[in-house]
């Protein structure tokens, strides 16, 4: 017997799984299908992870019913401190600030343990009408009035199916949507420290040689009440050896780099590595088909617009199919593409343009985007208009 729901999510991820609830929201039969299954990735301890979530995200999560579940205290971004250096050496006096009260009472956006976000999504879905199903493998055909989505023994039909797979998607490929990758030779390691020092809700951009170095402030817990989330940047070499390090030596790295900004300093938590690429499909949607998040596009985590712009793919379909009276309509799926590729593409060449900028150790390159951050610090108008675009607003 063949079930009928309006749209077949593929990919449980933040992306996928946000999505699949709003839609149910907003009354739609939705199906949520993922390889892998759920409840484990709930992991009870600490692990370092965490996700940057603009302000102009938090409607979306709102809606799909995530973020009264988050179990984990989001930590607000209050300031932006954007500097330029090397290792070894204090910042460049000439730096950029950002304070989000230039702007309004509302932080930049906040920093969310990664565990959080799965927890809310398990418990909104266990809660919600979306029809789960985890760990299972979809089997979609694509037709011009539907698409057939086999799980197991069950058959679903839909009029839309949206991939959420993540960079490698099996439904990009099958639809034969081609892919341009930007390697950028760079790895980025990720791991928390707790601190001496309180962050006082500021986050840091530090731009180096072997790439950007970020700080993130993280909600304290009961063990570390001061924690932060490190993005370490460098060549896929030099990361590889980062990663490899013992404790001590990690943290005098770290160190080299941050000063005294934050006091004595402790790893808390495991280690991640992430070889770093961009890249970009070339079409968004194919008969029956849409991409989201990952599946479409990857950007460079230098300003941690990543999950950001999948989750704003996820709230023009939710607009857009959530009210069609076929979601998948080539109408609804054109109008999706139009709006979102363009403005996904400009951030991804302009974060492509700020790694390439500040990745060079010239000195005449050093000297022209030192004077240009002290410029911008310089025009409230521009300055105004970077904060806006931070915030996703």
């Given at each position: 017997?063949t079930?009928?729901?309006?749209?077949?999510?593929?990919?449980a991820?933040p992306?996928g799984?946000?999505?699949?609830?709003?839609?149910?929201?907003?009354?739609?039969?939705?199906?949520?299908?993922?390889?892998?299954?759920?409840?484990?990735?709930?992991?009870?301890?600490?692990?370092?992870?965490?996700?940057?979530?603009?302000?102009?995200?938090?409607?979306?999560?709102?809606?799909?019913?995530?973020?009264?579940?988050?179990?984990?205290?989001?930590?607000?971004?209050?300031?932006?401190?954007?500097?330029?250096?090397?290792?070894?050496?204090?910042?460049?006096?000439?730096?950029?600030?950002?304070?989000?009260?230039?702007?309004?009472?509302d932080?930049?956006?906040?920093?969310i343990?990664?565990?959080s976000?799965?927890?809310?999504?398990?418990?909104?879905?266990?809660?919600?009408?979306?029809?789960?199903?985890?760990?299972?493998?979809?089997?979609?055909?694509?037709?011009?009035?539907?698409?057939?989505?086999?799980?197991?023994?069950?058959?679903?039909?839909?009029?839309?199916?949206?991939?959420?797979?993540?960079?490698?998607?099996?439904?990009?490929?099958?639809?034969?949507?081609?892919?341009?990758?930007?390697?950028?030779?760079?790895t980025?390691?990720?791991?928390?420290?707790?601190?001496?020092?309180?962050?006082?809700?500021?986050?840091?951009?530090?731009?180096?040689?072997?790439?950007?170095f970020?700080?993130?402030?993280?909600?304290?817990?009961?063990?570390?009440?001061?924690?932060?989330?490190?993005?370490?940047?460098?060549?896929?070499?030099?990361?590889?050896?980062?990663?490899?390090?013992?404790?001590?030596?990690?943290?005098?790295?770290?160190?080299?780099?941050?000063?005294?900004?934050?006091?004595?300093?402790?790893?808390?938590?495991?280690?991640?590595?992430?070889?770093?690429?961009?890249?970009?499909?070339?079409?968004?949607?194919?008969?029956?088909?849409?991409?989201?998040?990952?599946?479409?596009?990857?950007?460079?985590?230098?300003?941690?617009?990543?999950?950001?712009?999948?989750?704003?793919?996820?709230?023009?379909?939710?607009?857009?199919?959530?009210?069609?009276?076929?979601?998948?309509?080539?109408?609804?799926?054109?109008?999706?593409?139009?709006?979102?590729?363009?403005?996904?593409?400009?951030?991804?060449?302009?974060?492509?343009v700020?790694?390439?900028?500040?990745?060079?150790?010239?000195?005449?390159?050093?000297?022209?985007?030192?004077?240009?951050?002290?410029?911008v610090?310089?025009?409230?108008?521009?300055?105004?208009?970077?904060?806006?675009?931070?915030?996703?607003?």
């Amino acid at each position: 017997m063949t079930q009928a729901c309006d749209i077949a999510v593929v990919g449980a991820g933040p992306v996928g799984g946000t999505l699949a609830l709003a839609l149910a929201a907003r009354g739609r039969k939705v199906l949520l299908v993922d390889k892998a299954d759920l409840k484990p990735m709930e992991n009870p301890d600490f692990d370092g992870r965490a996700y940057a979530i603009a302000h102009g995200c938090k409607p979306l999560l709102q809606e799909a019913g995530l973020w009264e579940r988050l179990p984990f205290a989001p930590c607000p971004i209050l300031d932006i401190d954007v500097t330029d250096g090397k290792p070894g050496r204090a910042p460049s006096p000439l730096k950029l600030h950002f304070d989000h009260k230039a702007v309004g009472d509302d932080p930049f956006g906040w920093i969310i343990e990664a565990r959080s976000v799965r927890v809310a999504l398990n418990a909104a879905l266990a809660e919600s009408n979306v029809i789960v199903r985890a760990p299972a493998e979809a089997l979609v055909s694509r037709h011009a009035e539907s698409a057939i989505v086999q799980v197991a023994d069950e058959r679903f039909e839909a009029k839309l199916v949206v991939a959420a797979e993540g960079r490698q998607s099996p439904l990009r490929n099958q639809a034969g949507i081609s892919v341009t990758r930007l390697p950028y030779k760079q790895t980025a390691v990720i791991f928390a420290v707790a601190h001496e020092v309180p962050h006082k809700n500021v986050a840091l951009e530090h731009f180096l040689p072997g790439g950007p170095f970020a700080v993130l402030p993280m909600t304290g817990t009961a063990e570390y009440p001061n924690i932060s989330a490190i993005v370490f940047t460098e060549s896929d070499t030099n990361a590889k050896l980062l990663y490899g390090m013992d404790d001590a030596g990690l943290l005098r790295a770290v160190q080299a780099r941050l000063g005294n900004r934050l006091g004595r300093l402790e790893l808390a938590g495991r280690r991640w590595l992430y070889p770093l690429y961009a890249m970009y499909a070339a079409r968004y949607y194919d008969t029956r088909l849409a991409l989201a998040g990952d599946a479409a596009h990857g950007v460079h985590p230098i300003a941690g617009q990543g999950l950001n712009l999948g989750l704003r793919d996820a709230a023009v379909l939710l607009d857009l199919a959530g009210a069609a009276e076929d979601p998948g309509a080539e109408s609804v799926l054109r109008a999706y593409q139009a709006k979102q590729r363009p403005i996904n593409m400009a951030m991804l060449l302009g974060m492509d343009v700020l790694d390439r900028l500040f990745s060079n150790n010239s000195p005449p390159v050093r000297l022209v985007r030192d004077l240009g951050l002290a410029a911008v610090e310089r025009m409230p108008r521009l300055k105004q208009r970077f904060m806006l675009a931070a915030m996703g607003r």
